[in-house]
């Protein structure tokens, strides 16, 4: 019994010092691999943002949540108010109204007022913090107007991720949602047919509809011309073209009393069928367009969607540019609003903020106004639709700029 109890006591013991040994081994091996990475010490966020920035980013964030769920309540309840009796002409379920309408509705108008959100935001604290002589007191301790605005661009680091990540990935899906619901519960009104379409779908290849139903995702009057070298080798036409819905992948058709007339030189051969499956590199959304259909698109289907266009010749693809553009702009408005914002209200004046949120609520309505001439102008007047974009950040940036000379330091 003693000697296996020493046994026992042994091997104990010997996985005891095995299991020290690996603890050894493995804090020698951390601490050289920290001496090798030692780089790492200066990405930890505490190097950068010291307990003044984390109270201003608190009351910044704060701030400008808050005044959206204030501005987003009372949107619900006059947009409500204003659709009660068609909610209850067509009948529309409480469940959709709430998760397929309201659920969208949110973050979409929220989205598009984040500009007067934010700069309502920065106004209302910042004028705060100087009425509470805070901002005196922060400069008079040494520190700069430039290092005062480190916590407000971190800030806007966040909503303008925030803002791009919606407008570019959340909002499309979410209005797609909402315009079928919309069409169903609210206007009944939906373009879902196209007449006389003519495309580019290959290179030398165009197709023609007469008519398309989008509801049945079926066409009438089909033909499909191929050219080389600007003559006419194939023609194909069909009375009726269908779109299969049910494949795993895109661009398969389905045509009905086909026939195809090929013709190489004076030779033509002509052959015919009741029906043929076809790979035409054209899809349902090529060919219908409703209002507002560039929003339904996520950036990377926008940026795709686009580049198939212009392959093809098409000229109705400004639109779609102007958003895609918009949203990567519409996202660094956070930087210029604030910058004007901060420089505005850092100041302690007598007669409190009323005047310089007026001057805020003018220049944030200011900036919306231009987006959305600037878009108007990009497609109805050749405006390049990059510049378009751009051009309400580019005008607010010259005044930020001037604000921010005018600082107080």
């Known amino acids: 019994m003693e000697e296996k109890k020493d046994k026992q006591f042994q091997g104990m013991l010997k996985a005891k010092q095995a299991t020290i040994s690996r603890l050894l081994w493995l804090i020698t091996f951390f601490s050289k691999l920290s001496d090798r990475i030692f780089f790492l010490k200066y990405l ?105 605005m480190r916590p407000y661009m971190i800030s806007c680091i966040m909503i303008a991720s925030l803002s791009y990540y919606l407008s570019a990935y959340v909002i499309p899906h979410g209005t797609v949602i909402k315009q079928n619901f919309e069409s169903m519960y609210k206007n009944k009104k939906r373009n879902t047919a196209a007449e006389n379409v003519q495309m580019q779908v290959g290179k030398g290849v165009i197709a023609y509809i007469q008519h398309y139903d989008n509801n049945a995702k079926r066409g009438y009057g089909f033909s499909l011309d191929k050219f080389e070298n600007k003559r006419l080798v194939s023609h194909l036409t069909a009375s009726e073209i269908q779109y299969d819905t049910i494949s795993d992948s895109k661009y398969h ?40 259909q560039q929003e339904t698109f996520t950036s ?23 958003e895609y553009h918009k949203r990567i702009a519409s996202s660094f408005a956070s930087f210029i609003l604030t910058t004007i914002g901060l420089s505005l209200s850092a100041r302690k004046r007598k007669g409190g903020m009323g005047l310089y949120l007026g001057i805020g609520l003018a220049l944030s309505f200011g900036y919306i106004m231009l987006q959305t001439v600037s878009a108007t102008f990009a497609i109805n007047a050749d405006t390049p639709p990059m510049l378009a974009a751009w051009i309400p950040n580019i005008i607010f940036a010259v005044v930020a700029y001037f604000c921010y000379r005018n600082a107080p330091n």
């Open 44 to 148: 930890h966020p505490n190097r950068f943002i010291k307990r003044l920035d984390w109270y201003i980013i608190k009351k910044f964030i704060g701030t400008y949540f808050f005044s959206i769920a204030l501005i987003i309540s009372i949107s619900i309840v006059f947009d409500f108010n204003e659709n009660l009796a068609k909610f209850s002409q067509y009948q529309a379920p409480a469940k959709a109204i709430i998760f397929d309408y309201y659920a969208n509705f949110i973050p979409y108008f929220a989205n598009l007022f984040s500009p007067l959100f934010v700069f309502i935001a920065v106004i209302f604290f910042t004028s705060k913090l100087a009425g509470n002589s805070e901002i005196i007191a922060m400069l008079a301790a040494g520190v700069s107007f430039k290092r005062l």
């Open 253 to 292: 058709w389905q045509l009905s009393h086909w026939k195809i007339r090929n013709m190489r030189g004076l030779r033509e051969k002509i052959t015919s069928g009741v029906k043929m499956d076809s790979v035409i590199l054209m899809e349902p959304t090529d060919l219908v367009y409703s209002k507002g």
């Open 300 to 322: 990377p289907e926008l940026k795709e969607y686009i580049s198939k266009q212009i392959g093809r010749g098409s000229g109705n693809v400004v639109q779609y540019q102007v």
